[in-house]
């Protein structure tokens, strides 16, 4: 089945301890980008990544880091997480040009207390 | 950048009724998405729609690229159907996807 797996699902963790989301899609595709969604300002781009070591910032990149080593994965990395980092995150990913629209995973709601 | 308005915002529905959500965009698009966002909080991809019509069961999606909007159409609606549709645009090759504020639907049954 065409996906886009994200891990882990809900996440808890402590001011300052670094974490990181994995995201892993395997249609292939060279676009994958990474959005988080808060109440009342919807979703937005954190960065996004055209292919295999082009990444490139989106609309809120600050606290955050990602890799694309591979064709198939993009990790969300927060160095030192902070409070205003607890969101639900989403990973999705396209063809190039998203001529068949994006494809979401099923999205990682992280708590930083 | 594009903005996307969605309306009604909020809609409740009686079970099996019919029901139309619409979304406009200020600029020419090269994709655009609807998407329901269920309880669990999942975006599920419902089209890909950047022009014309297409059905998929009790939802349908229209979109009128030259006159800037795109109609989601829910009918003989479940309280399955209940959660936050989203209508994403991309425009001029940018790279993201921009979101609307989304229509909470809710049906009762």
């Known amino acids: 089945e065409a996906q886009v797996t994200q891990n882990p699902r809900y996440l808890i963790t402590v001011t300052g301890k670094k974490l990181t989301v994995t995201c892993s899609q395997n249609?292939?595709?060279?676009?994958m980008s990474w959005y988080r969604q808060d109440p009342g300002l919807g979703l937005r781009q954190i960065y996004y990544?055209?292919?295999?070591?082009?990444?490139d910032k989106g609309d809120v990149p600050e606290g955050y880091k990602v890799s694309r080593k591979e064709k198939r994965n993009f990790p969300l990395i927060l160095e030192s997480p902070s409070p205003n980092q607890t969101s639900l995150y989403f990973c999705?990913?396209?063809?190039?040009?998203?001529?068949?629209?994006?494809?979401f995973g099923s999205g990682t709601r992280l708590t930083v207390v | 950048g594009i903005q996307v308005e969605q309306s009604p915002p909020d809609l409740i529905l009686q079970e099996g009724a019919n029901s139309t959500l619409r979304c406009n965009f200020s600029?020419?698009?090269?994709?655009l998405q609807w998407f329901h966002q269920n309880p669990w909080g999942q975006l599920i991809n419902l089209f890909y729609?950047?022009?014309g019509t297409k059905q998929n069961g009790r939802l349908s999606a229209t979109t009128v690229a030259t006159e800037r909007y795109s109609l989601l159409y829910i009918s003989s609606s479940q309280t399955t159907d209940s959660g936050v549709y989203f209508c994403?645009?991309?425009?001029?090759?940018?790279?993201?996807?921009?979101f609307g504020k989304g229509n909470q639907v809710v049906v009762i049954p």
């Open positions: 999705a990913s396209s063809t190039t040009g998203g001529s068949y629209g994006y494809t």
């Open positions: 249609m292939n595709h060279e676009y």
């Open positions: 990544s055209m292919n295999v070591e082009v990444t």
């Open positions: 600029d020419s698009v090269n994709n």
């Open positions: 729609i950047p022009s």
């Open positions: 994403a645009v991309e425009s001029g090759g940018n790279n993201r996807l921009a």
